[in-house]
C-alpha cells in the first residue's frame, strides 16, 4: 500500500465505513448490520432521549416471557433489556474491530437496531455515520472521514472510549425506571464489552478465530478502565474430561434464575468464585 496516496486516491478506492460494513455484514450468521434504518426500527438516541420507550420494551419482552415461561419478574425483564441494548454499540465495535481493524462512531446518534418478531431482542443493528478511526496501514487512511491512530493500542482505547461514553449516557437513562443499581449497570456494560469482543472471534468458528477474538478482548480490557467493573475475565478452562475452552466470568446478573424451574448460570457473579 502507498502510504503517500491522497484523499481523492482513496475515494477511488472507495473503501469507507460502507464497504466495512458490506464485508462485516456478509460474515455474519445471525442478524444484519446495515446502513438503513427500516421501519419500526429504534434510533439509540431515542431511547435514551425518551426512557419511556425502555418501559415499553420492557412490557413486550414480559408478555413473552409469561407466554414461554409462565411468569415475568419484572427484575429478569428489566435485566434481559440492560443486556440486549447494550450489546448494540458493543457488538458494533467488537465486529469491526476484529475485521476490519476500524472503530465507528458508537455515539447513540449513529446507531439503530430493529427487534426479533418473536422474542424481543436486537436481530438487525445500522451504522449510520461514516466516520471510523483506523490504523495508518489501513486501505482507506487517507479518506476525510478516516481518523488515523497510532497503533492497535490506540484503536483499542477508542473502542473503549466510545463505549464508555455510549453506556455512560444508557446509565443515566435506564437507571430510574429500572431499579438495577448503577453496579449492576456498569457490571453489564463491561460483560457486553468482553462477550461482544470474544463472540466476533468465536463465529469464525475456528480455534484461532476464537482465539483473535480473545486476543482482543484482553487487548481492549487488559485493566480495569472505571467505572467498567474489570479487566476482560476470559481464561482457558479445562474441564473434567481434560478438554481445554475458553470461559468468562459474568460481572451482571441476569436474574433468568428467577423464572419457573430455573436456577443460577454457572458463570453467575452469585455463585463463581472471583
Same mark, same amino acid.
Given at each position: 500500500m502507498n502510504q503517500q496516496r491522497s484523499s481523492r486516491d482513496a475515494s477511488d478506492v472507495g473503501d469507507g465505513l460502507a464497504s466495512s460494513l458490506l464485508r462485516v455484514g456478509g460474515l455474519q450468521e445471525?442478524?444484519?448490520?446495515?446502513?438503513?434504518?427500516?421501519?419500526?426500527?429504534f434510533h439509540c438516541a431515542e431511547l435514551l432521549e425518551h426512557p419511556e420507550l425502555f418501559t415499553e420494551w420492557r412490557?413486550?419482552?414480559e408478555k413473552w416471557l409469561l407466554h414461554n415461561h409462565g411468569a415475568a419478574p419484572e427484575r429478569t425483564a428489566a435485566s434481559y433489556v440492560?443486556?440486549? =441494548? %447494550?450489546?448494540v454499540p458493543a457488538y458494533v465495535g467488537a465486529l469491526l474491530l476484529h475485521h476490519e481493524r476500524r472503530v465507528p462512531s458508537l455515539k447513540p446518534e449513529q446507531l439503530a437496531f430493529g427487534l426479533g418478531d418473536d422474542r424481543p431482542h436486537p436481530e438487525g443493528m445500522a451504522v449510520l455515520g461514516d466516520s471510523? =478511526?483506523?490504523?495508518?496501514?489501513?486501505?482507506?487512511?487517507?479518506?476525510?472521514?478516516?481518523?488515523v491512530v497510532a497503533?492497535?493500542?490506540? %484503536?483499542?482505547?477508542? %473502542? /473503549?472510549?466510545?463505549?464508555?461514553?455510549?453506556?455512560?449516557?444508557?446509565?443515566?437513562a435506564y437507571a430510574p425506571s429500572s431499579r438495577l443499581g448503577r453496579r449492576m449497570l456498569w457490571a453489564a456494560a463491561t460483560d457486553a464489552l468482553d462477550n461482544s469482543l470474544w463472540w466476533a472471534g468465536r463465529q469464525g468458528g475456528t480455534p484461532d478465530a476464537e482465539g483473535a477474538g480473545v486476543a482482543d478482548a484482553a487487548l481492549v480490557?487488559?485493566?480495569? =478502565?472505571?467505572p467498567l467493573t474489570s479487566a476482560s475475565? %476470559? /481464561?482457558m478452562a479445562v474441564d473434567a474430561d481434560g478438554h481445554r475452552a475458553w470461559e468468562r466470568r459474568r460481572e451482571s446478573c441476569c436474574f433468568s434464575y428467577l423464572l419457573p424451574g430455573e436456577a443460577e448460570c454457572e458463570e453467575c457473579p452469585r455463585v463463581c468464585s472471583r
Open positions: 445471525r442478524g444484519e448490520l446495515r446502513r438503513d434504518v427500516p421501519t419500526g426500527w412490557e413486550r419482552l440492560m443486556s440486549w =441494548y %447494550l450489546h471510523f =478511526y483506523c490504523l495508518p496501514t489501513d486501505p482507506g487512511s487517507a479518506r476525510p472521514e478516516a481518523t497503533d492497535e493500542r490506540a %484503536l483499542a482505547g477508542v %473502542l /473503549r472510549a466510545q463505549f464508555v461514553a455510549h453506556a455512560t449516557r444508557f446509565v443515566r480490557l487488559d485493566d480495569r =478502565y472505571r475475565t %476470559l /481464561r
